[in-house]
Structure formats: structure tokens, C-alpha cells
């Protein structure tokens, strides 16, 4: 039976002998070995955290920004158009015109602010 226990399993060798003072010190530095490994991991979730807090902040920065360009353009539109509409007593034209102009201009508004409209192509045929 103790023959048994000094076998490793495998082939059926003999293990060497280890002293405990041996053991001990593989032990100290797997264990600092896996507290640096820790700390490299924790390092890397603190940092993924910030960049996903960070991208997804600056998406709903741009969403915002983008649906308040674009009502802004349709609620002064719609609010010039009314004036004209009071001024001129030529109801609801004025309104609707107005308000289709902002509608546009509050499309162009958008594509400005995502940076749709600043691309250029390049040219086509070679000169």
C-alpha cells in the first residue's frame, strides 16, 4: 500500500521525494504568480468598463443631438409658418409650406451633425 502511494498514476514510476520547505516555495509563487494574473484581469475589466460606459454615452450624446436637430428644424418651421400664417391671413399655406421646409432642413441638420455631408467621393475617370 505505500508502495502505492508514491506512484504518480501514470506509468507507475516512483515520484521523487519533495521536502515541504520545496513545496512550500512552489506554492508562494503560484500564489503570487496567480495574484499578478488577478490583478492584470481586474486592471482590464476596470479599463473595458470605462470604454463601454464611454461608447455607449457618446451613442446617446449623438442619438440625442441628432432627434433634437431634427425637431428643432420642424418646430421652427412650423412656428414661422405660423407666424406668416397670422400676418398674411393665408391659412394654413404658410404652415404647411414652413413646415416642410423645416422638415427638410432639419434632415440636413441631422446629416450635418453625424458627418454624412462632409464626405466627398472620389472622382470618377482619372484626371
Known sequence: MDDRDKTDGHDGSARPDVSDAELSGRLRGLGS???KVQAERRAEEK????????SSSAGMTLAFRLGSEFVAGVLVGAGLGWAIDRFFGIAPWGMIVFML???????VNMMRAAGETGRR???????
Open 33 to 35: 504568480a496567480l495574484d
Open 101 to 107: 421646409l423645416g422638415f427638410g432642413a432639419g434632415i
Open 47 to 54: 479599463t473595458s468598463a470605462v470604454q463601454d460606459r464611454t
Open 121 to 127: 467621393s472620389p472622382p470618377k475617370g482619372g484626371a
